[in-house]
């Protein structure tokens, strides 16, 4: 009964259990390190980069997974055909500040 309700109050795309985004994904940082970012299907990211764990939410807005970091930066993991790219931006970029492909591993 509650997934039928859930099913009426969450549109198609929005649930992150549902997503394609949900999972573990190989990118690299700024200085082309590679790290992962795993995108939990309860709406919640979690990542190590440098040795230190970093957490926020994500949410899938237009064929891109957009990640907000306790850190206040912004991640974006978009589909781009058959691969995906991550950007990410610091609290005031407008350009992305870090560019690389991402690599669903799990």
Do not use: Q
């Amino acid at each position: 009964m509650l997934s039928n309700f859930l099913a009426m109050v969450v549109p198609a795309g929005d649930n992150p259990a549902e997503s394609e985004f949900t999972g573990t994904w190989e990118v690299t940082d700024s200085h082309g390190k590679p790290f992962n970012i795993a995108l939990l299907p309860s709406g919640t990211a979690e990542a190590t980069l440098g040795g230190e764990g970093m957490s926020g939410t994500w949410a899938e807005e237009d064929h891109s997974a957009v990640i907000t970091w306790d850190t206040g930066w912004t991640t974006k993991i978009t589909r781009t055909g058959d691969a995906y790219v991550k950007t990410a931006y610091d609290e005031t970029a407008t350009t992305p500040t870090s560019t690389s492909v991402a690599e669903k591993i799990d």
